[in-house]
Protein backbone atom coordinates (compact mmCIF):
# COMPACT_ATOMS: atom_id res chain seq x y z
CA UNK A 1 0.00 0.00 0.00
CA UNK A 2 0.82 3.62 -0.19
CA UNK A 3 0.96 6.37 2.46
CA UNK A 4 0.89 10.46 1.20
CA UNK A 5 2.81 12.48 2.77
CA UNK A 6 0.75 14.27 5.64
CA UNK A 7 -1.78 12.41 5.08
CA UNK A 8 -3.79 9.51 7.46
CA UNK A 9 -1.20 6.38 7.71
CA UNK A 10 -4.16 4.63 9.05
CA UNK A 11 -6.11 4.93 5.55
CA UNK A 12 -3.54 4.20 2.94
CA UNK A 13 -4.30 3.55 -0.14
CA UNK A 14 -4.57 -0.26 -0.92
CA UNK A 15 -4.00 -2.99 -4.38
CA UNK A 16 -2.52 -6.35 -3.97
CA UNK A 17 -0.42 -7.48 -6.86
CA UNK A 18 -1.47 -10.02 -9.33
CA UNK A 19 0.74 -13.11 -11.26
CA UNK A 20 3.32 -10.80 -12.93
CA UNK A 21 3.91 -9.03 -9.29
CA UNK A 22 1.98 -5.86 -11.03
CA UNK A 23 -0.43 -3.90 -8.91
CA UNK A 24 -2.32 -0.95 -9.93
CA UNK A 25 -3.44 1.90 -7.18
CA UNK A 26 -5.88 4.57 -8.05
CA UNK A 27 -7.16 7.94 -6.92
CA UNK A 28 -4.10 9.15 -5.94
CA UNK A 29 -3.51 12.82 -5.75
CA UNK A 30 -0.47 14.75 -6.35
CA UNK A 31 2.06 14.65 -3.57
CA UNK A 32 4.97 12.49 -2.24
CA UNK A 33 4.19 8.78 -1.16
CA UNK A 34 5.98 6.08 0.76
CA UNK A 35 5.66 2.58 -0.65
CA UNK A 36 5.08 -0.30 2.02
CA UNK A 37 5.19 -3.74 0.45
CA UNK A 38 3.67 -7.05 2.94
CA UNK A 39 4.58 -10.67 0.98
CA UNK A 40 5.02 -13.75 3.48
CA UNK A 41 8.88 -14.22 3.94
CA UNK A 42 9.70 -10.93 2.62
CA UNK A 43 11.29 -7.80 3.45
CA UNK A 44 11.98 -4.01 2.80
CA UNK A 45 15.97 -3.43 3.10
CA UNK A 46 16.23 -0.14 4.41
CA UNK A 47 12.65 0.91 5.50
CA UNK A 48 12.71 1.20 9.41
CA UNK A 49 10.40 -0.26 12.05
CA UNK A 50 8.67 3.11 12.88
CA UNK A 51 8.51 4.02 8.90
CA UNK A 52 5.32 6.03 9.60
CA UNK A 53 7.56 8.62 10.94
CA UNK A 54 8.38 9.35 7.82
CA UNK A 55 6.14 10.75 6.79
CA UNK A 56 6.72 14.19 7.81
CA UNK A 57 8.73 15.07 5.59
CA UNK A 58 9.97 13.73 1.50
CA UNK A 59 13.54 13.94 2.21
CA UNK A 60 13.72 11.21 5.23
CA UNK A 61 11.71 8.70 2.96
CA UNK A 62 14.08 6.20 1.59
CA UNK A 63 14.39 7.07 -2.38
CA UNK A 64 13.89 3.45 -3.07
CA UNK A 65 10.66 3.43 -1.14
CA UNK A 66 9.31 6.28 -2.97
CA UNK A 67 6.60 7.73 -5.05
CA UNK A 68 6.39 11.06 -6.66
CA UNK A 69 3.17 12.18 -8.25
CA UNK A 70 3.32 15.06 -10.08
CA UNK A 71 0.81 18.28 -10.53
CA UNK A 72 -0.13 17.38 -14.19
CA UNK A 73 -1.74 13.64 -13.10
CA UNK A 74 -1.26 10.75 -15.72
CA UNK A 75 0.12 7.79 -14.56
CA UNK A 76 2.99 7.18 -12.12
CA UNK A 77 5.00 3.90 -12.26
CA UNK A 78 7.64 2.55 -9.59
CA UNK A 79 9.51 -0.88 -9.74
CA UNK A 80 10.15 -2.01 -6.51
CA UNK A 81 12.43 -4.95 -5.31
CA UNK A 82 11.88 -6.91 -2.12
CA UNK A 83 14.53 -9.24 -0.36
CA UNK A 84 14.02 -12.81 0.94
CA UNK A 85 13.88 -12.06 4.75
CA UNK A 86 16.12 -15.05 7.12
CA UNK A 87 14.11 -17.33 9.65
CA UNK A 88 15.80 -16.20 13.32
CA UNK A 89 15.30 -19.00 15.94
CA UNK A 90 16.57 -19.24 19.52
CA UNK A 91 15.84 -19.79 22.91
CA UNK A 92 15.23 -17.39 26.16
CA UNK A 93 17.14 -18.55 29.40
CA UNK A 94 16.61 -17.04 33.17
CA UNK A 95 19.69 -16.34 34.95
CA UNK A 96 19.84 -20.00 36.08
CA UNK A 97 19.59 -20.94 32.54
CA UNK A 98 15.97 -22.76 32.52
CA UNK A 99 13.75 -21.90 30.15
CA UNK A 100 11.29 -18.75 30.01
CA UNK A 101 7.80 -19.22 28.54
CA UNK A 102 5.77 -16.58 27.36
CA UNK A 103 9.06 -14.22 26.95
CA UNK A 104 8.21 -11.47 24.47
CA UNK A 105 10.98 -11.35 21.93
CA UNK A 106 11.92 -8.68 19.30
CA UNK A 107 14.42 -8.52 16.34
CA UNK A 108 16.28 -5.85 14.61
CA UNK A 109 14.82 -5.21 11.16
CA UNK A 110 11.97 -7.94 11.16
CA UNK A 111 8.61 -7.12 9.60
CA UNK A 112 6.38 -9.72 12.25
CA UNK A 113 2.83 -9.13 11.66
CA UNK A 114 2.12 -10.05 15.32
CA UNK A 115 3.58 -9.97 18.58
CA UNK A 116 6.27 -13.25 19.17
CA UNK A 117 6.09 -14.97 22.21
CA UNK A 118 8.85 -17.69 23.35
CA UNK A 119 6.77 -21.42 23.91
CA UNK A 120 7.13 -23.61 27.13
CA UNK A 121 10.63 -24.65 25.88
CA UNK A 122 11.87 -20.86 25.60
CA UNK A 123 11.98 -21.34 22.36
CA UNK A 124 11.16 -18.28 19.80
CA UNK A 125 11.12 -18.10 15.84
CA UNK A 126 11.25 -14.56 14.10
CA UNK A 127 10.35 -14.91 10.21
CA UNK A 128 11.13 -12.38 7.32
CA UNK A 129 14.12 -10.92 9.32
CA UNK A 130 16.44 -8.43 6.81
CA UNK A 131 19.84 -8.57 5.97
CA UNK A 132 22.31 -6.79 8.09
CA UNK A 133 25.79 -7.30 9.29
CA UNK A 134 24.52 -6.46 13.19
CA UNK A 135 21.67 -8.09 14.57
CA UNK A 136 20.43 -8.39 18.47
CA UNK A 137 17.21 -10.22 19.43
CA UNK A 138 15.63 -8.67 22.82
CA UNK A 139 13.24 -10.13 25.01
CA UNK A 140 11.39 -8.66 28.24
CA UNK A 141 9.77 -11.36 30.46
CA UNK A 142 7.56 -11.88 33.91
CA UNK A 143 8.64 -9.54 36.74
CA UNK A 144 10.39 -6.73 34.37
CA UNK A 145 13.28 -8.89 33.32
CA UNK A 146 14.97 -8.17 30.57
CA UNK A 147 17.61 -9.27 28.42
CA UNK A 148 19.25 -9.05 24.44
CA UNK A 149 21.71 -11.51 22.80
CA UNK A 150 24.93 -11.60 21.37
CA UNK A 151 24.94 -9.77 17.99
CA UNK A 152 24.89 -11.77 14.90
CA UNK A 153 24.58 -11.48 10.83
CA UNK A 154 22.07 -11.88 9.16
CA UNK A 155 22.13 -13.12 5.15
CA UNK A 156 19.51 -12.42 2.44
CA UNK A 157 17.31 -16.22 2.74
CA UNK A 158 19.62 -17.85 5.37
CA UNK A 159 18.40 -19.48 8.78
CA UNK A 160 20.49 -18.28 11.95
CA UNK A 161 19.94 -20.54 14.85
CA UNK A 162 20.43 -20.65 18.24
CA UNK A 163 20.17 -17.24 19.48
CA UNK A 164 20.16 -16.98 22.88
CA UNK A 165 18.34 -14.20 25.07
CA UNK A 166 19.76 -14.58 29.03
CA UNK A 167 16.90 -12.31 30.98
CA UNK A 168 17.84 -10.33 34.23
CA UNK A 169 16.29 -8.14 36.29
CA UNK A 170 15.53 -4.79 34.90
CA UNK A 171 16.33 -0.99 36.30
CA UNK A 172 14.09 1.53 37.65
CA UNK A 173 14.09 5.07 36.69
CA UNK A 174 12.28 8.22 38.07
CA UNK A 175 12.82 11.38 37.99
CA UNK A 176 10.80 15.10 37.40
CA UNK A 177 10.02 17.61 34.77
CA UNK A 178 9.60 21.23 35.73
CA UNK A 179 9.38 24.81 34.24
CA UNK A 180 12.24 27.38 34.42
CA UNK A 181 10.78 28.67 37.53
CA UNK A 182 10.55 25.46 39.08
CA UNK A 183 6.94 24.34 39.12
CA UNK A 184 5.78 20.91 37.88
CA UNK A 185 5.20 20.73 34.10
CA UNK A 186 1.74 19.23 34.27
CA UNK A 187 0.65 16.92 30.89
CA UNK A 188 4.22 16.75 29.73
CA UNK A 189 5.40 13.10 28.53
CA UNK A 190 8.80 11.87 28.35
CA UNK A 191 10.29 9.17 26.23
CA UNK A 192 13.31 6.92 26.58
CA UNK A 193 15.88 5.48 24.35
CA UNK A 194 19.04 3.93 24.89
CA UNK A 195 22.19 5.91 23.39
CA UNK A 196 23.17 9.16 22.94
CA UNK A 197 20.71 11.27 19.88
CA UNK A 198 23.09 12.99 17.25
CA UNK A 199 21.49 15.95 15.53
CA UNK A 200 23.46 14.51 12.66
CA UNK A 201 21.62 11.18 12.50
CA UNK A 202 17.90 11.43 11.48
CA UNK A 203 17.20 7.65 11.99
CA UNK A 204 18.55 8.08 15.86
CA UNK A 205 15.25 10.97 16.18
CA UNK A 206 13.10 8.77 14.52
CA UNK A 207 13.83 6.05 17.43
CA UNK A 208 13.28 8.50 19.82
CA UNK A 209 9.68 9.67 18.47
CA UNK A 210 8.59 6.30 18.28
CA UNK A 211 9.32 5.19 21.40
CA UNK A 212 7.09 4.61 24.49
CA UNK A 213 5.89 7.40 26.60
CA UNK A 214 5.38 7.66 30.20
CA UNK A 215 3.25 10.30 31.49
CA UNK A 216 4.39 12.93 34.22
CA UNK A 217 2.05 13.38 37.21
CA UNK A 218 0.64 16.18 38.42
CA UNK A 219 4.07 17.12 40.76
CA UNK A 220 6.02 16.55 37.78
CA UNK A 221 7.27 13.39 38.16
CA UNK A 222 7.56 9.93 36.33
CA UNK A 223 8.49 6.84 36.46
CA UNK A 224 9.94 4.47 33.79
CA UNK A 225 9.47 0.44 35.57
CA UNK A 226 11.48 -1.22 33.45
CA UNK A 227 14.79 -0.55 31.78
Given at each position: YVSQQWGDSGQPWKSTTDKEG??????????????????????????????????????????????????????????????????????????????????????????????????????????????TNRCVADASGPNNTHGASEPFVVRPGQAVENIEVKLTACGRVTGSVRTPDGKPSVGAMVRFVMGKLDKDNPWGFQEFQSADKFPVTADGRFEIPAV
Open positions: VAKVGGLVPGNYLVILKAPGYVQEGMPPGFTNLLQSPDAMPAQWRLNLGGEGGVAKGEYKLTRGAVVTGRVWDQNKQPVAGARVTVQGSRAEFPVFSDADGKFKMDAVAP
